[in-house]
Nanobody, 123 residues
Framework: VQLVESGGGLVQSGGSLRLSCAGSGMTFDDYAIAWFRQAPGKEREKVSCISSRGGGTYYADSVKGRFTISRDNVKNMVYLQMNSLKPEDTAVYSC?????????????????WGQGTQVTVSS
């Protein structure tokens, strides 16, 4: 299983970014995918996740209403659209996978990880 993130960068407060997570070496629609983030000196936080077939999603309260997760199982991609970005969204964002078709993605272990992509939001 390989996961590769892209789409990070520097953006001004209030701006938008779309992160992408490309999966390979896996039957992509057998895996739930989550986005985590970690800022310096802070614990890792699960930002959002989506079940293997896309029927179940989860958002942390801190991003609810601003971030949208989606997936394209034909292209083996998961996306995180981030709008109304705030300086406190600055972190390394990583996608992770868990092999399950369970309808809910929020309580899974996420055993496979990408290398992460930096998101920096300036004030």
């Amino acid at each position: 299983v390989q996961l590769v993130e892209s789409g990070g960068g520097l953006v001004q407060s209030g701006g938008s970014l779309r992160l992408s997570c490309a999966g390979s070496g896996m039957t992509f629609d057998d895996y739930a995918i989550a986005w985590f983030r970690q800022a310096p000196g802070k614990e890792r936080e699960k930002v959002s996740c989506i079940s293997s077939r896309g029927g179940g999603t989860y958002y942390a309260d801190s991003v609810k209403g601003r971030f949208t997760i989606s997936r394209d199982n034909v292209k083996n991609m998961v996306y995180l659209q981030m709008n109304s970005l705030k300086p406190e969204d600055t972190a390394v964002y990583s996608c992770a996978a868990d092999r399950t078709n369970y309808w809910s993605c929020s309580e899974l272990l996420y055993n496979w990880w990408g290398q992460g992509t930096q998101v920096t939001v300036s004030s």
